[in-house]
């Protein structure tokens, strides 16, 4: 065989999964474990994934090459629910949802008018994502179109797919931080001209939530999604007792919080809704046929007290599921902390969630919620070359755990519950890597 002209070659030990599954107990068939493995891209995509020794004869001599004998490759982490302008704000005191918009989160967000100001958070941010391991994120940005295109054009930077949006916000805010339906149509329409489909990026539909969207401007972010029914539509649900029975008194037409979305258009296979933690039944049914999805924001919902995300009931009523970090309500850029509390949740309700079935939500499966597991979530060739290198010996504490691990699933678990950023020990991107600890 001749050899395939590569890029690049990354050689180590891989765990990805590969296929998805339509319950949590199939998962461990599908992860697929390489203890010598060789990946090699071509222009961003993967060409080639198996053993190094039936791959090590496809390489160019001029391949690019690196080799990581004691690390572990996997998947980019993907995170389905962040906040760009809530990068500053991480653990703000004491309050619950709606409290701590008003006292923390609108005075913040209201600095990202300043493009100057929106270009510098950027910069950290998406440096903070490829730090943490995340190489895709859904990401909220301000009411303010600057916000938008200062993200994107990070994302550029590093040829990195976000999917992003300006936010769509009409009443109860400051004056300042309020667009109208009108304005909110013209420069989502306008941002969606100028980046969907620029590069990698791509862009959602953001009204924040159904209570700072009037009736009015939910038709217009409707009419865009029938517009542009290719971008997605992202924004909150149910994530508060408080904000529920706001929503309700807001929309009393409405049979309940999921059905103001959908009576404006905006479920569907490219909508994401963070939180979903007090979901009726009805609801669970709507966004199962409605192909709908949900990010799980674990850390945000402890720490703002919102409630505990009954995780199962996504594989009982098939409703696809990423993970979401929520930044800023949210406490870590860092999937594998969001992990670790995700666990906790879990045990709260006396469910045990799996090292695998944790690796599947942060991969494979939150790109299935963004609908990208076409082109992302594991080594598959024709795939785009996102993935990270983790290094399971970052402190002294993990050391001695992972001396004492019992097999793959094991020094997973114990990364997942131990880990940080300080396990990301280098960042592809794209096929390229940006990103090494020093
Ligand atoms: N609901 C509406 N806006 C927000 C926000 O910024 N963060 C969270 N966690 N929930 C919201
Ligand atoms: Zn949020």
Known sequence: MSPIQAQHAVRGRFLDIQHSVSQ????AQAVRYIEDGLLITVDGKIIWFGTWQEGQALLNKNVIFEHYPKQLIVPGFIDTHIHFPQTEMVGAYGEQLLEWLNTYTFPTELQ???????DQIAQFFVHELLKNGTTTALVFCSVHTASVDALFEAAEQHQMRLIA???MMDRHAPAELCDTPESAYQDSKKLIEKWHGKGRNLYAITPRFAPTSTPEQLVKAGQLKAEYPEVYVHTHLSENKNEIAWVKELFPEQKGYLDVYHHYGLTGQRSVFAHCVHLEEEEWDCMH???SAIAFCPTSNLFLGSGLFPLKKTWEKQVKVGLGTDIGAGTSFSQLQTLNEAYKVQQLQGNKLSAFESLYHATLGGAKALDLHDKLGNFNVGKEADFIVLDLNATALQTLRQ???????DALFALMT???DRNIQATYVYGERVYVKK
């Open 403 to 409: 001396q004492r691990t019992q097999g793959i699933e």
């Open 24 to 27: 949590a107990s199939d998962i």
């Open 289 to 291: 046929e409605t192909n």
């Open 418 to 420: 131990m880990g940080d």
């Open 112 to 118: 990202f008018k300043d493009k100057a100001y929106a």
């Open 165 to 167: 949006g300006k936010v």
